[in-house]
C-alpha cells in the first residue's frame, strides 16, 4: 500500500527556515516524479515545487521560486522541501504527493497519484 508521510512543518517567524521531508513507502519510488503542494485555508491547493525520477530537474510555482528548494534522496525514499525566507503568505498545510508513473514534471494536481496527510507550516509576522 502506497504510503507518502511529511514531517518537518511548525510554527517560524517570517525571513525564517524550514525544511520539509516526506517518506515514501509501498511503490516504486524512484519511477515517480515528487510534488509538493499547499493549501491555505479558504483557498484551492496550489502547486509548489517538483522535481523528476532521478532529481536532476525541478520546476517551482513563481511564488516559491528562489526561496525554496526541492531535492530526493532515492536510496532512501525520500523527499525534501527546503523552505527559506519564509513569508505570512506561505502559511499553509504542505503535501507531499507522487505523480504518474514515468512521467516527467507536473503542475497540475490530477496528474499526481498518491497524497500524504499534509503538515501545518505557519508562519507569523
Known amino acids: 500500500q502506497a504510503q507518502l508521510v511529511e514531517s518537518g512543518g511548525g510554527l517560524v517567524q517570517a525571513g525564517g527556515s524550514l525544511r520539509l521531508s516526506c517518506a515514501a513507502s509501498?511503490?516504486?519510488?524512484?519511477?515517480?516524479?515528487m510534488g509538493w503542494f499547499r493549501q491555505a485555508p479558504g483557498k484551492k491547493r496550489e502547486f509548489v515545487a517538483a522535481?523528476?525520477?532521478?532529481?536532476?530537474?525541478?520546476d517551482y510555482a513563481d511564488s516559491t521560486k528562489d526561496r525554496f528548494a526541492i531535492s530526493r534522496d532515492n536510496s532512501e525514499n525520500m523527499v525534501y522541501l527546503q523552505m527559506n525566507s519564509l513569508k505570512s503568505d506561505d502559511t499553509a498545510v504542505y503535501f507531499c504527493a507522487a505523480g504518474q508513473p514515468w512521467a516527467g514534471l507536473l503542475r497540475n494536481e490530477m496528474g499526481y497519484h498518491f497524497w500524504g496527510q499534509g503538515t501545518q507550516v505557519t508562519v507569523s509576522a
Open positions: 509501498g511503490f516504486s519510488f524512484i519511477t515517480y516524479p
Open positions: 522535481v523528476t525520477r532521478n532529481g536532476g530537474s525541478t
